[in-house]
T-cell receptor, first 115, second 114 residues
Framework: KNEVEQSPQNLTAQEGEFITINCSYS?????LHWLQQHPGGGIVSLFM???GKKKHGRLIATINIQEKHSSLHITASHPRDSAVYIC?????????????????FGKGTKLSVKP | EAQVTQNPRYLITVTGKKLTVTCSQN?????MSWYRQDPGLGLRQIYY???????DKGDVPEGYKVSRKEKRNFPLILESPSPNQTSLYFC?????????????FGPGTRLTVL
């Protein structure tokens, strides 16, 4: 069993729909990352969080440490949101500021938003 | 412009011929890391560095070497490349410590070992 599991693997949505991508992990972590990989291959960091919730524009990320689960939500989805979304967890100790160290990744969720 | 650069972007080589992929960042980041991405396996960490002269193994370090002699550079060395090292490689960097700091990724290096 992978230490970081994402669901769904593939997701097709219509423009305007509310989207949720899930990430569950089985290890103790210092922080969780959400990344976006564009169709051209470039990777952008969307969020890093260790508790609670963060919002940036139409994107919202939440994490429940007790349940070892995080969700990435996209409101009012748009075709330009089409990408692979990757969850990663940091296993670095707390003296790394909880942010980095050894990272392990989920296999990604491929999102396609149709106009 | 703040960025992480990797060179070369594409490389085709033969088994056993030593090669180096360079990674450089201009943001004064302490943390740098190398990842490889393979179909069906996703991203996996090779090595990371928390600061100059400090490096640690990730999940797939076999067959790779790194060094961190300067803060801005973190080269990835393949002493004797083999076909199973054919992959897409990414370098990334970030600050360390709170508040949590996002990673900046390089554009990737596509390596083919024949």
């Amino acid at each position: 069993k992978n230490e970081v599991e994402q669901s769904p693997q593939n997701l097709t949505a219509q423009e305007g729909e509310f989207i949720t991508i899930n990430c569950s992990y089985s290890v103790g972590i210092s922080a969780l990352h959400w990344l976006q990989q564009h169709p051209g291959g470039g990777i952008v960091s969307l969020f890093m969080l260790s508790s609670g919730k963060k919002k940036h524009g139409r994107l919202i990320a939440t994490i429940n440490i007790q349940e070892k689960h995080s969700s990435l939500h996209i409101t009012a989805s748009h075709p330009r949101d089409s990408a692979v979304y990757i969850c990663a967890v940091g296993r670095g100790p707390s003296n790394y500021g909880g942010s980095q160290g050894n990272l392990i990744f989920g296999k990604g969720t491929k999102l396609s938003v149709k106009p | 412009e703040a960025q992480v650069t990797q060179n070369p972007r594409y490389l085709i080589t033969v088994t056993g011929k030593k090669l180096t992929v360079t990674c450089s960042q201009n943001m004064n980041h302490e943390y740098m890391s190398w990842y490889r991405q393979d179909p069906g396996l996703g991203l996996r960490q090779i090595y990371y560095s928390m600061n100059v002269e400090v490096t640690d193994k990730g999940d797939v370090p076999e067959g790779y070497k790194v060094s961190r002699k300067e803060k801005r550079n973190f080269p990835l060395i393949l002493e004797s490349p083999s076909p199973n090292q054919t992959s897409l490689y990414f370098c990334a960097s970030s600050f360390v410590g709170y508040p949590l700091n996002e990673q900046f990724f390089g554009p990737g290096t596509r390596l083919t070992v024949l």
